[in-house]
């Protein structure tokens, strides 16, 4: 169990750049979940994952922001055209199938937009 | 729909004393309990979880919480904090029969005074 791994660690970009986020989930989950935080704020969900499906996918993720696993390991999560208001952590997780099985957190990828 | 409050954004406590944080919750189904601790600039690491069964769940570092269900609540206590213990702690819910998704608090950060 290597844990979680999220590339990269900080990002700076201009307003109206975009941006790609990489996440290496636990290798024996088949659920990846991306979550956003924000200062003094707890995770927001964003979008899940079951092995190369999006199943499920939160008001919060706009149009501007896209999210793949395409082989149903590794996800990447872009954000086209940022905005001041994107800056935040981006987490993800992994879990295996089942309401009860925890959530494996990586460390994050900090955004910052000026 | 399900939700998480948790009481008390900041909860200040002596080192060897009792450690109390709070969390209510709200589920239309039999709940999943989490708490998660989050130390700065890294992701979240699980504490302890309530699934089903005994009500008064172990956890790491000392941690416990007890799942009530008649006052919908999931308290995390310790009884003696450690300076180490200083940290961003969360509480979330997911339901059986849910996907696995996590809803969070809003996170409440422990100081221990030396």
């Known amino acids: 169990d290597t844990g979680v791994s999220q590339n990269p660690r900080h990002k700076i970009t201009k307003r109206g750049q975009n941006v790609t986020f990489r996440c290496d989930p636990i290798s024996e989950h088949n659920r990846l979940y991306w979550y956003r935080q924000t200062l003094g704020q707890g995770p927001e969900f964003l979008t899940y994952f079951q092995n190369e499906a999006q199943l499920e996918k939160s008001r919060l993720l706009s149009d501007r922001f896209s999210a793949e696993r395409p082989k149903g390991s590794f996800s990447t999560l872009e954000i086209q055209r940022t905005e001041q208001g994107d800056s935040a952590m981006y987490l993800c997780a992994s879990s295996q199938i089942g309401g009860a099985s925890p959530l494996h957190f990586g460390n994050g990828t900090r955004l910052t937009v000026t | 729909a399900q939700s998480v409050t948790q009481l008390g954004s900041h909860v200040s406590v002596s080192e060897g004393a009792l450690v109390l944080l709070r969390c209510n919750y709200s589920?239309?189904?039999?709940?999943?309990l989490f708490w998660y601790v989050q130390y700065p600039n890294q992701g979240l690491q699980l504490l302890l979880k309530y699934t089903t069964g005994a009500t008064l769940v172990k956890g790491i570092n000392g941690f416990e919480a007890e799942f009530k269900k008649s006052e919908t609540s999931f308290h995390l206590t310790k009884p003696s904090a450690h300076m180490s213990d200083a940290a961003e702690y969360f509480c979330a819910v997911s339901g059986q029969g849910s996907q696995g998704n996590l809803i969070f608090g809003k996170g409440t950060k422990l100081s221990v005074k030396p």
């Open positions: 589920s239309s189904v039999p709940p999943y």
